[in-house]
């Protein structure tokens, strides 16, 4: 699972683009900030024993990302509200 800002942002996913390492990175987003509805899908197929997936990303900053994705995930698919951060001064 990959996501992008908008439809006009899909060339970045050419395997010419996303393999190479020089390749433009423009319009790739976290899974849940794109042009893709994942909470909506996720909570779709979660129930379905067949579903099978593999998370990827191809910008910087690799491991925040792919653990906030895999956090949002979880939480998507085991039916909980994302853990609301507050700050006391």
């Known amino acids: 699972m990959k996501s992008i800002l908008t439809r ?30 994942y909470t909506g899908f996720l909570s779709e197929v979660s129930s379905d024993p067949q579903a099978d997936a593999s998370l990827e990303w191809f910008g910087n900053n690799c491991l925040d990302v792919l653990r906030r994705d895999r956090r949002r995930i979880r939480q998507v698919t085991e039916g909980r509200e994302p853990a609301r951060r507050t700050v006391n001064f």
């Open 8 to 37: 006009a942002d899909l060339p970045v996913f050419e395997p010419a683009n996303v393999y190479a390492a020089a390749g433009c990175r423009d319009g790739m987003t976290p899974l849940f900030e794109g042009a893709l509805d």
